[in-house]
């Protein structure tokens, strides 16, 4: 296994974060389990102070199981839609498997690519509401102080990479409005803030 490690918004996090989610899941409820029996084995009944401790350990693991049920749940972005989309946000701020979650619906993002303050995003899930997905994340980021940011999200690749190209397009020919990229800083760190 490559021990590289994978931040927020590379290619190939979600997977990542999947599988350690889940070993450290397992973990947590066999270190309960364990001090659940060595109390029984040692003090030769289940009423004593290591079952607190035991029982304690199981909110740890309560949580990440929590956590893994969202990792399980959500997706990243499969080989197929990297390769396509590989070349058209060249020069664009870009990140890979986002997954959002509202208190209606979940909205996994295979691909974002972010230039000045325009955001653009794929999502695989054709079932997808990608204009609910859209005001949800502009929501977000204006509650996050990036206001005046406008998001299209597709759920056809085609599309996406017809809007990469308007984007990368706009990129060469049109001054940023803030000069610098200090807004798609911004913009990013509120994205991956608000993502799973």
């Given at each position: 296994?490559?021990?590289?490690?994978?931040?927020?918004?590379?290619?190939?996090?979600?997977?990542?974060?999947?599988?350690?989610?889940?070993?450290?899941?397992?973990?947590?409820?066999?270190?309960?389990?364990?001090?659940?029996?060595?109390?029984?084995?040692?003090?030769?009944?289940?009423?004593?102070?290591?079952?607190?401790?035991?029982?304690?350990?199981?909110?740890?693991?309560?949580?990440?199981?929590?956590?893994m049920i969202m990792y399980?749940?959500?997706?990243?972005?499969?080989?197929?839609?990297?390769?396509?989309?590989?070349?058209?946000?060249?020069?664009?701020?870009?990140?890979?498997?986002?997954?959002?979650?509202?208190?209606?619906?979940?909205?996994?993002?295979?691909?974002?690519?972010?230039?000045?303050?325009?955001?653009?995003?794929?999502?695989?899930?054709?079932?997808?509401?990608?204009?609910?997905?859209?005001?949800?994340?502009e929501a977000c980021l204006?509650?996050?102080?990036?206001?005046?940011?406008?998001?299209?999200?597709?759920?056809?690749?085609?599309?996406?990479?017809?809007?990469?190209?308007?984007?990368?397009?706009?990129?060469?020919?049109?001054?940023?409005?803030?000069?610098?990229?200090?807004?798609?800083?911004?913009?990013?760190?509120?994205?991956?803030?608000?993502?799973?």
């Amino acid at each position: 296994m490559d021990r590289k490690k994978i931040a927020k918004g590379q290619y190939g996090y979600i997977k990542r974060q999947r599988i350690r989610v889940c070993v450290k899941t397992f973990l947590l409820y066999a270190l309960s389990l364990s001090i659940f029996g060595i109390g029984i084995k040692v003090m030769g009944t289940k009423e004593n102070l290591l079952t607190v401790i035991a029982v304690l350990g199981c909110l740890p693991a309560g949580r990440s199981t929590v956590n893994m049920i969202m990792y399980l749940k959500a997706s990243g972005c499969s080989m197929e839609a990297k390769g396509k989309i590989n070349g058209y946000a060249d020069g664009l701020t870009e990140v890979y498997d986002m997954y959002f979650t509202s208190y209606e619906k979940n909205y996994p993002i295979s691909h974002m690519a972010v230039w000045d303050h325009v955001v653009c995003g794929y999502s695989e899930s054709r079932k997808m509401d990608t204009k609910a997905c859209a005001d949800h994340l502009e929501a977000c980021l204006k509650q996050g102080g990036c206001s005046g940011v406008a998001v299209k999200i597709y759920n056809d690749i085609e599309k996406y990479c017809e809007g990469l190209t308007n984007l990368q397009k706009q990129e060469k020919t049109m001054p940023k409005t803030d000069g610098d990229g200090n807004r798609e800083a911004e913009i990013l760190e509120n994205l991956l803030a608000i993502s799973l």
